[in-house]
Structures are given as C-alpha cells and as structure tokens.
C-alpha cells in the first residue's frame, strides 16, 4: 500500500473536513474511525445521528469527535435551500423542487461544500458514479479555466529500489472521446495531481502509432494534442504520438523515438480515449500488480471524489486522505 506519508504530514499541520455522504455504511465508519484517530482529516457524517451512532457501536467502531450532520435536522436549511435555488436559477429551480433533491445526501453534501462548511467530499460507496458527479457539476461546478471534469488513476507499486513506483493513468473513466483540447487539459490536471504523489513529470501521449507509423484520425488527434500540450506546459517533458512500449522501455524508445525527453521513462500516460484509458489502468492493476487509487475527479472548484461500490475500509480511508489533500 501506498504509504501517503507526506499527505497525512502536511494534513496534519493544515486538517481539512472532508464531508461523507453515506455516513451510516460499516466501511465508511470504519475509516472514519481511523481518521480519527490519526487527527488529521476531521469527517463529516451524513444521516440519521441515532442510526450512525447505532451502527458504529454495533460495529465496533469509535468515532466520537465526528460530525453527524442530518438533512432532516439541519438548521442552516433554508438557506440552504435559497443558495441552492440561486445556483440552479437557470434551470428553473424552486424551492419546492429543491428540498427533495436537498433531503439527499449526495446533493445535501455537496451543499456544505460549497457553503464553506467542508473542505472536500468522498462519496460512492453506495451512490453510482453518476450520483457522485452530477451534484458536483450542477453545485461545485468546473474551474474557471477548465472546460471538463476530467479523472486519473494513480498507480503504485514496490520498486526494486526499496522505494514505490508511482504512475499516472487519465482519462480512465469520465471522458469517453476527448478531443484535442480537452486532453491538453486532462494532461494538465493529471500532472498537476501525480505531482501531490511525488511524481516528476514525463507525459506520453498514447497511440498505437509511434511518430506516424500509422495512419488514422485517432493518430492524428494524438499527435495535434500533443503539440498543443508542450506549447502550453513548455517546462514538462511531454511526447507523442507514442505506443506504450515506446513510452515505458528504453530499448524499444531507442529505436522508435531517438532523441525523445519522454519515451522509455514514462511515468504518466494520456489515453486517446476511454476504452484504451480504463482497459490500460486496469491491465496493470491486475497483472502488473498495481494499486490503483483513483478515479480522482479533476477540474473542479473543490475536490469531489467517487468510490467504487465495491470498495473495502481501507480504500474509503486511502481516498479521503488523496481527496483532502487535494483540498
């Protein structure tokens, strides 16, 4: 496992709140707990307080210190509700359609955030992808200068060195065919999110075609997005069009891309699409032996982040402390 070590030490000297939505799920309360007791990420728990605080002592689990929040109880509501209304103004909303949606914690969590009242959200363990994204889109909204919300996956595993190998996967799992622009911009948060991991920068923009072996409007995407990129970030290494074998071997760099800053030491990789982009991060989850962190959600005003429904305790605690320290 990655050991986050860095992460949590700066957490420490700057704690951030990081708001879960699905406050009464065993393995939320679980990692809750030891957030806890690390005192370095304060949650809060969204839901019934009676049921949370039932379901935690059932389990086990301390989690004196958090924040219980319940939207059927929550004394800042109304304006809740006002802010909300104001934001969505444009798409006719009430009040009357807006508490319901507010009653839920997806939405209601996102609310706080952007209130001021958390830092940064980590939801999904029962909520879809889509219930994740769309309060974020609708609330936190993208930053000034970004177009999407773009995601990675960062990719870890022992080295040979004693040391952990860190890579960079993007876009693995929103963006289904970005065009040019929008991969410099996925290129761009990605670098700027491997960086929080310690990650020296070496971006490879993939292809099945090396410097034009092929021919193909996708080749050509690549190669066009990766001219943008390097006149946009003019201090990081970035090539392409460039296979993976290119990308990550030195001997195969040496013939197919003399002279390349990037090819054969590749440690963050651009996907032309999401079908290379989530088959790639998960091949090398599963048979390269990586932990895959991650989809991190990026572009966004404050960090929103989504778990897999299938997570574990341990994944729910890993990724809040990513998601706060992206705060």
């Given at each position: 496992m990655y050991g986050f070590g860095d992460m949590i030490e700066k957490l420490k000297a700057n704690p951030k709140t990081i708001v879960l939505p699905e406050g009464s799920d065993p393995r939320i309360l679980e990692a809750a707990s030891r957030l806890l007791a690390g005192n370095f990420i304060k949650p809060i728990l969204l839901g019934n307080e009676e049921e949370i605080i039932k379901?935690?002592?059932?389990?086990?689990?301390?989690?004196?210190?958090a924040k219980i929040i319940d939207p059927d109880n929550f004394d800042q509501f109304d304006e809740m509700v006002e802010q909300f209304c104001e934001l969505r103004k444009s798409k006719g909303m009430t009040p009357e359609k807006a508490i319901p949606m507010l009653k839920q914690t997806n939405y209601f969590g996102t609310m706080l955030v952007k209130m001021g009242l958390g830092d940064c959200l980590l939801g999904g363990a029962t909520?879809?992808?889509?219930?994740?994204?769309r309060p974020a889109l609708q609330i936190i909204k993208t930053k000034p200068e970004n177009s999407i919300?773009?995601?990675c996956f960062i990719l870890v595993r022992p080295a040979a060195t004693?040391?952990?190998?860190?890579?960079?996967?993007?876009?693995?799992?929103?963006?289904?065919?970005?065009?040019?622009?929008?991969?410099?911009?996925?290129?761009?948060?990605?670098?700027?999110?491997a960086s929080r991991f310690g990650v020296d920068p070496k971006v490879a923009f993939l292809s099945f075609s090396t410097k034009g072996?092929?021919?193909?409007?996708t080749v050509t995407k690549m190669q066009n997005a990766t001219k943008k990129a390097q006149e946009k970030y003019p201090n990081i290494p970035i090539d392409g069009e460039l296979q993976f074998d290119a990308a990550v071997s030195p001997r195969v760099a040496k013939q197919k891309a003399p002279g390349s800053p990037v090819a054969g030491h590749a440690n963050i990789f651009i996907f032309p699409d999401i079908n290379a982009g989530n088959l790639g991060y998960?091949?090398?989850q599963r048979m390269g032996n990586f932990e895959a962190y991650g989809p991190i959600l990026l572009g966004l005003n404050a960090p929103i982040n989504d778990l897999s429904r299938g997570c574990n305790a341990l994944e729910v605690y890993s990724m809040a402390i990513i998601t706060a320290a992206l705060a």
């Open positions: 379901s935690a002592e059932a389990a086990g689990y301390n989690i004196r210190g909520y879809s992808t889509a219930d994740t994204v919300v773009s995601s004693g040391e952990n190998e860190v890579i960079a996967m993007a876009d693995c799992g929103i963006n289904i065919n970005p065009n040019e622009d929008e991969l410099v911009e996925i290129c761009g948060e990605t670098v700027g999110c072996s092929a021919k193909d409007d998960k091949i090398a």
